[in-house]
Each structure stands twice: as C-alpha cells, then as structure tokens.
C-alpha cells in the first residue's frame, strides 16, 4: 500500500519543500510516500475560479488510478485528533488495496468532478492555511500517526 500527496501548485519556499521532504523521508521507513506536484494553471488570471478549478480538476482525475481511495484535504471534512488520525490511516491502510491518495486542491477548492470523485473529505484544522503549508502540516502528522501506531515517543498526550 502507498500514500500519495498530490497537490496542486509548486512549493515556492525551500524552508517547506525541505520539510516535506525530510518527513517523507521519515515516513518511508514505515510505509510508501510520495509527493506529487500538479503544476500550476497556465494564464490563470485569463480564467474564471469556475475553470481554474475545472482544469485543476481535470488533471487532478488524470492522476489517479480506477482503484486509488481518494481522500480530499478540504476545509468541510471531517477532523481528528492525531491519534483519531492515526486509526483513521490504520483503518485505510488495511482497506485499501493499493493506493490511499490524499489531495490538495488549488487556491478555489475542488471542482465539481473531483468532489463526486472523492471518497471522503479531510479537514487539517478550521483555520485556513497556505497550500504550502498544509503538505508540512499533513506529512507531520501522518509521521505522527505512524509513530502512534508503532507505538513510539514522538507524540505525547
């Protein structure tokens, strides 16, 4: 089983691009993990939220595989604790065959096609990050969870 990361738009900041790359590196020592960058739309400003988030989508869905368990990182999901969390990838990791993809759409949120593509929607918290920082965010915690689960000092309650 792997986890994929895929997010819209390139990380512009290496403090962050170093960060997910050193908890992925982490990870890995647990289970499969990899991030992957869906450019940025060409001539955005030429087009509507509506269309960006059409053609977001589109690449988006091009991406994924028929088998792929599709777990949006959006505002209007559900929310855990780190250890809730942690059973929740638990839960997945047994259930899903090949690949749990989580993602993060562009700066409008996910199209239409996308959200009917999901299978379940993820909130990392109710304040709203930039889309650089909710790749740190998500691969901590899901470094956290796997410490959780292999029942490891990392995370204090």
């Known amino acids: 089983m792997k986890i994929i990361l895929l997010a819209v738009g390139k ?14 590196k982490r990870l890995n020592h647990y289970i499969a993990f ?10 955005s400003r030429n087009l509507s939220q509506d269309e960006q988030k059409h053609a977001e989508g589109l690449t988006i869905l091009k991406k994924l595989q028929a088998s792929d368990y599709l777990v949006l990182l959006d505002d209007k ?13 638990e839960k997945k990791t047994h259930a899903t065959p090949k690949r749990l993809v989580f993602a993060v759409g562009g700066p409008y949120g996910f ?4 959200l009917a593509r999901a299978n379940e929607k993820l909130s990392l918290s109710k304040m709203t990050f930039t889309h650089q920082m909710v790749r740190v965010i998500f691969a901590e915690q899901l470094y956290r969870a796997m410490t959780i689960l292999n029942h490891e000092p990392y995370h204090h309650e």
């Open 34 to 43: 990899e991030t992957e960058t869906i450019p940025d739309i060409k001539n």
């Open 11 to 24: 990380i512009d900041e290496k403090m962050f691009s170093d960060t997910v790359d050193l908890y992925a």
């Open 77 to 89: 999901g559900a929310q855990y604790s780190s250890t809730e969390f942690a059973f929740f990838i």
């Open 111 to 114: 199209s239409d096609e996308v």
